[in-house]
Nanobody, 124 residues
Framework: QVQLVESGGGWVQAGGSLRLSCAAS????????MAWFRQAPGKDRDCVAA????????YYENSVKGRFTISRDNVKNTVDLQMNSLKPEDTAVYYC?????????????????WGQGTQVTVSS
């Protein structure tokens, strides 16, 4: 069992930065791929970034490449999402997710554990 708690969301003006953090409990964190998804009102929940169990492989959705960075610390059991050059279209609820697999996927069905979500609002 893995429990995930996100923090770091909030309001920021376009061009600004936020750092989301996800604290995980459970013995399997270091062997789990992790991801950040986001969901805007009326839209699907999409993967914006993912990272393999070791941190050696990462994925970024095209619209966030070069602006977002995912990282993990398997000692502290945390996974972070640094978001720079934020745009109004980045506004959404952001969710941390953990997979039972070591290797990431961009599909929600591959993730067994989810955090409660944290709101990110970017104003123009």
């Amino acid at each position: 069992q893995v429990q995930l708690v996100e923090s770091g969301g909030g309001w920021v003006q376009a061009g600004g930065s936020l750092r989301l953090s996800c604290a995980a409990s459970g013995r399997t964190f270091s062997s789990s791929a992790m991801a950040w998804f986001r969901q805007a009102p009326g839209k699907d929940r999409d993967c914006v970034a993912a990272i393999s169990w070791s941190g050696g492989n990462t994925y970024y959705e095209n619209s966030v490449k070069g602006r977002f960075t995912i990282s993990r610390d398997n000692v502290k059991n945390t996974v972070d999402l640094q978001m720079n050059s934020l745009k109004p279209e980045d506004t959404a609820v952001y969710y941390c997710a953990a997979s039972r697999s070591r290797y990431y996927s961009i599909r929600t069905s591959e993730y067994n554990y989810w955090g409660q979500g944290t709101q990110v609002t970017v104003s123009s």
